[in-house]
């Protein structure tokens, strides 16, 4: 394993908060995360993600030789998608490129379809973020589609790619 996933600690807020003030890693991330991000937002995440109800949200801190290196997180879905979950995840600049993201995404995976109900999980990444694409290929998931037009990230109008793992057997 190039890395590992743990429960996160209030301790983590400030690698948090380094990885995250990066602008490339937001650039590849969803609106509505402070920039720069302070250790006090890093903090509030956190505590959210440790009082988070434990059937719906499932998120973990990446590390690596005993360091926070990024995000993972697989947050259920509601009302007849109860047994689909979105996969969110964010890896440090410093950290690309050396297989870290797949490995993180496999574990988070497998994870999820031994320890729970989930039968399907789904990424969204934007279409030009080719690297975040590969690591979910490389960890098996199926291009779906585009979603044609689908965010608006920094002003400029945005296709995504529709991802897919679902666990087989059931």
Request: hydrophobic letters at 35%.
């Amino acid at each position: 394993m190039l890395c590992s996933l743990r429960t996160w600690r209030m301790e983590d807020a400030k690698a948090l908060a380094k990885t995250i003030s990066n602008k490339r890693v937001q650039d590849n991330l969803r609106d509505g995360i402070p920039y720069p991000y302070t250790v006090k937002d890093g903090e509030e995440f956190i505590a959210s993600m440790l009082s988070a109800d434990e059937d719906t949200t499932y998120a973990f801190a990446i590390t690596t030789g005993g360091r926070v290196v990024g995000s993972i997180s697989v947050v259920r879905c509601g009302n007849i998608h109860f047994r689909t979950a979105e996969l969110g995840y964010y890896i440090g600049e410093e950290y690309w490129g050396k297989g870290i993201g797949t490995d993180a995404i496999k574990q988070i995976c497998r994870y999820i379809f031994e320890e729970t109900d989930i039968i399907r999980i789904f990424a969204e990444p934007f279409s030009y973020n080719i690297p975040s694409c590969r690591a979910l290929e490389k960890a098996g998931f199926q291009l779906e589609g585009t979603l044609r037009k689908n965010a608006v990230k920094n002003g400029k109008i945005l296709d995504m790619k529709m991802y897919a793992l679902v666990k087989e057997n059931d």
